[in-house]
């Protein structure tokens, strides 16, 4: 392994600068969380983090994909051109009220995936980088992208030409399921593809006091759902995951509604099986229907491909890291059904994610409305991602 840390000089600045800026990025992660917003509603945080972009005197351009934040920093001296990415969006998710200081302001949203931590992360790194733009040579663009839960964001960034003269990219994400203080990650696939879908199961209606007289989509769309629960259970054999997770209908408790529409996401590891399991999918929603005298209809909404990390810029990290915080805090990772658009950018780009540990030994799950990060974790999130910037750089 081959050690990637800077001189003993520079080494000294990247720690005396996050240091430096650790207590000010826990105040924007806080800021960040108090005051959250869903994807392509992130209005106040595109202006938050491009405002504190321009004070640093760099070129900034916002709307980008939307309500996108781009921030470029410019060595003067030739290089390569690095994408640092973060995701800025929350969840539709009312914070428990535990007495946090920072709780959520914003009923019915809340920041339940540490994206407010990516944010404050990358904008402490965009500080860091430009104090020390003596120290490296090449290009750095900070994208702050939009609805990365609706995953549509980074494909609306990259329509709007984020990728544009991008050599590598990189970034992280905040995790409970892994202890403070600790680095994942690994070469080739990581995270699972993602396809939306949405199916509307319609009847006849009537008069809840007469169902016979009505084609209830109700306990249809019950009957779906549980089929759908088989079909995932079988699909977890081979590393894919079916879940419904969404389900709207009727009006009235005593009106049989018409039709009852749901939702959720299947997510796989075999781009082969990606299209096979959709139709499976929309094929069993079709067939319990249709036994009961019902029709129902398929779509599909957004998603993104599986990620996988480029072995040539993964070993580059690895090294650095290993280096820096020493080969016991830098776990290798197995692949997740999770996934992310950061996928869209490493199909465009050779380039990295890694996972930064924030868990404690109380930690939920993410997604779960008491989710919070220990913010210790935020500190060695802005010294790795400077690391892997500067390693990708070099």
């Not at 992660?29 to 983090?49: C, I, Q």
């Not at 994942?184 to 879908?197: C, H, N, V």
């Not at 779509?299 to 990620?307: D, K, M």
């Not at 109380?362 to 008491?370: I, K, Y």
Request: proline fraction near 6%; glycine fraction near 10%; hydrophobic fraction near 40%.
């Amino acid at each position: 392994m081959r050690n990637l840390l800077p001189s003993e000089d520079l080494n000294a600045k990247i720690l005396a600068e996050v240091a430096r800026h650790t207590e000010r990025t826990i105040a924007m992660r806080r800021h960040l969380h108090a005051n959250p917003e869903l994807g392509f509603e992130e209005h106040a945080t595109s202006a938050y983090v491009a405002d504190r972009c321009s004070a640093l005197g760099l070129d900034v351009r916002r709307g980008v994909g939307g309500t996108g934040v781009i921030a470029d920093l410019d060595s003067g001296r030739p290089g390569r051109t690095v994408l640092v990415r973060a995701d800025m969006d929350a969840l539709p998710i009312s914070e428990v009220d535990d007495g946090r200081p920072y709780r959520s302001t914003v009923p019915g949203v809340m920041h339940a995936c540490g994206h407010d931590g990516h944010t404050a992360i990358a904008l402490s790194v965009a500080h860091v980088l430009h104090t020390l733009g003596d120290h490296w040579s090449g290009r750095v663009r900070m994208c702050f992208q939009p609805a990365e839960e609706l995953d549509d964001g980074a494909r609306r960034m990259i329509r709007d030409g984020v990728m544009e003269g991008i050599d590598r990219a990189v970034g992280l994400h905040l995790t409970s399921l892994m202890p403070t203080g600790r680095l994942g990650l690994g070469p080739g696939l990581l995270l699972a593809s993602l396809d939306t879908f949405h199916i509307t199961i319609t009847g006849t209606g009537g008069h809840a006091g007469a169902p016979d007289g009505a084609i209830d989509p109700v306990p249809i769309t019950a009957e779906v759902i549980l089929a759908l629960r088989d079909l995932g259970k079988r699909a977890r054999a081979d590393g894919s995951v079916v879940t419904v997770a969404q389900v709207n209908g009727g009006a009235a408790p005593n009106i049989i509604p018409a039709e009852v529409a749901l939702a959720g996401t299947i997510r796989t590891s075999d781009a082969e099986g990606r299209v096979a399991l959709r139709e499976m999918v929309e094929q069993t929603a079709r067939d319990v229907a249709e036994r009961h005298g019902a029709t129902s209809t398929f779509s599909r909404g957004a998603g993104c491909p599986s990620l996988t990390n480029d072995p040539v810029v993964t070993s580059l990290v690895l090294d650095a890291f290993a280096g820096a915080f020493g080969p016991d805090r830098v776990l290798d990772v197995e692949p997740t059904t999770g996934s992310d658009d950061m996928a869209l950018y490493l199909d465009e780009v050779p380039g990295c994610y890694y996972a930064v540990g924030a868990g404690s030994p109380d930690a939920v799950p993410h997604h779960h409305p008491a989710f919070d990060i220990d913010e210790r974790s935020l500190a060695v999130g802005v010294e790795s991602l400077t690391r892997a910037v500067l390693a990708l750089l070099a």
